[in-house]
């Protein structure tokens, strides 16, 4: 089930409060102005999904920009050998479609909901309205492509100089920011907040599950991390934090 053709049953003609305010969280939609905000909210589609079902079909031709409400989105891309590979997983308030959109082409990906999710989406033909009815929309949409570019090349750069070790702290801070709770728990225990199978979180990393599954025993045995049923559980975030702070320290003494 794509998003062109998801049941009417899942439409539903507003967001709530909770779902606005994630959207309007986001650093970069928070930066347009209240006039393209207001009018993005005003001609998008609310869509609700359950666990697991597809938004955006690879292959398929890309009609739509869009963003997390709430939920989150799985991004995975099959490879011409017909392996699937997880790229990312995206928290509300995070747009995408918006290369494919405008270059007239097919999904490159895979999205599927992660959880219970709520999706706004602008279609390609309002989509292109706005681009044309708001000048500040091209520009933004330029700063948007930047902080991609700049955060893939940071990856890269991990992935070329970094330790599995270091990467794997870096990704469960990552994903802890970014799907934890956002105010600190109590009892001083952060869950990652989002539950990943260990093939999926060794495939953000780009390395082997066997590998990803050493150095989290490793971890659990240090106290640093705890494995629970429903996800990863950080035990001492400063040690988690070290660790990736440290290797980078180490990697550029060498």
């Not at 699937?84 to 405008?102: C, D, K, N, R, S």
């Not at 700049?150 to 990704?171: I, N, S, V």
């Not at 801070?173 to 009892?187: E, K, N, Q, S, Y």
Request: glycine share 8%; charged share 25%; net charge neutral.
């Amino acid at each position: 089930m794509t998003m062109q053709d998801t049941d009417r049953n899942h439409q539903r003609p507003l967001l709530t409060p909770e779902e606005r305010e994630a959207i309007n969280r986001g650093r970069w939609f928070a930066a347009l102005t209240p006039s393209l905000r207001h009018d993005i909210f005003r001609l998008g589609t609310v869509t609700r999904y359950a666990h697991g079902e597809m938004i955006v079909e690879q292959g398929e031709l890309a009609q739509f920009w869009f963003t997390c409400a709430s939920g989150a989105i799985r991004f995975r891309r099959t490879t011409p050998a017909g392996r699937q590979v997880t790229l990312a997983y995206v928290e509300p308030g995070i747009w995408v479609g918006e290369a494919e959109v405008l270059h007239c082409g097919p999904n490159t990906y895979d999205a599927h909901a992660h959880g219970r999710t709520t999706l706004l989406s602008v279609a390609e033909t309002v989509f292109r309205q706005l681009l044309r009815e708001h000048a500040e929309f091209g520009e933004a949409l330029l700063s948007l492509q930047a902080r991609r570019m700049r955060y893939l090349y940071w990856m890269m750069e991990d992935m070329a100089t970094l330790p599995l070790r270091a990467r794997l702290a870096k990704q469960l801070l990552h994903l802890m920011r970014r799907f934890g709770p956002r105010t600190a728990p109590p009892d001083g225990e952060h869950p990652v907040g989002i539950t990943l199978v260990q093939d999926e979180l060794a495939q953000l990393l780009g390395c082997s599950r066997q590998r990803v599954n050493v150095e989290l025993k490793a971890l659990e045995r240090e106290g640093t991390i705890r494995m629970a049923q429903r996800g990863i559980i950080v035990l001492n975030l400063a040690q988690l934090e070290t660790i990736a702070q440290q290797e980078n320290a180490d990697d550029r003494a060498g």
